[in-house]
């Protein structure tokens, strides 16, 4: 494909947002950046909560599902082992996101609620983006879930005004919160 065929592309998807100029332009006069740039791992990203995908799944199941789960509920819905799951948990806790009580259950915190509400954004996010380069909604779904936990919130939120803020993804509702709306790029 070449470049300005893949520009018209790309202003195509964004045709029925504000910024459609901006963003073209900035896409096609992007400047050359050092390779070194590549492989810098991201030290910022230690605010945020780092989750394995594994971890992501868990924690945006427990959030949909609301309310307490036991071990094997979890186990059963990914076909894992109880004693394996007992350990993810243990490790979630940790992280103040989820608490596990005995004979109670598992259940998320306030910061659990707030931080899966980011995570299912995220995965909306990106998995609506998927749709637009020929992906079903499910294989954008499937994809998206690999990634996901790679990519920043501040990434996520310019994405999301980049799309203007679209109200439905492929797989739920999208919401909007002060990092995607006070966005201004
Ligand atoms: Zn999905
Ligand atoms: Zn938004």
């Known amino acids: 494909m070449k470049t300005?065929?893949?520009?018209?592309?790309?202003?195509?998807?964004?045709?029925?947002?504000?910024?459609?100029?901006?963003?073209?332009?900035?896409?096609?006069?992007?400047?050359?950046?050092?390779?070194?740039?590549?492989?810098?791992?991201?030290?910022?990203?230690?605010?945020?909560?780092?989750?394995?995908?594994?971890?992501?799944?868990?924690?945006?199941?427990?959030?949909?599902?609301?309310?307490?789960?036991r071990t094997t509920d979890i186990a059963a819905q990914f076909h894992v082992d109880?004693?394996?799951i007992t350990k993810t948990i243990a490790e979630l806790a940790e992280t103040g996101l989820v608490r596990h009580e005995p004979y109670r259950g598992i259940f998320l915190t306030d910061k659990g609620k707030r931080h899966a509400g980011y995570l299912v954004k995220r995965h909306r996010i990106l998995s609506l983006m998927l749709t637009h380069y020929g992906l079903t909604h499910e294989q954008a779904c499937e994809e998206a879930a690999r990634f996901e936990s790679l990519v920043s919130k501040d990434?996520?939120?310019?994405?999301?005004?980049?799309?203007?803020?679209?109200r439905l993804g492929v797989c739920g509702e999208i919401t909007h919160d002060d990092g995607c709306l006070e966005q201004e790029y």
Not at 8 to 17: C, L, P, V
Not at 19 to 43: F, L
Not at 155 to 166: E, K, Q, S
């Open 4 to 69: 300005t065929q893949i520009i018209m592309e790309i202003s195509g998807f964004f045709n029925n947002y504000k910024d459609v100029i901006r963003i073209s332009k900035s896409w096609a006069y992007t400047k050359n950046i050092s390779p070194a740039t590549c492989y810098k791992q991201d030290m910022e990203t230690e605010s945020e909560i780092d989750l394995s995908p594994r971890k992501v799944a868990y924690v945006k199941y427990l959030f949909e599902r609301g309310g307490r789960l």
């Open 155 to 166: 990434t996520i939120d310019r994405i999301c005004v980049a799309m203007g803020h679209p």
């Open 82 to 84: 109880p004693s394996t």
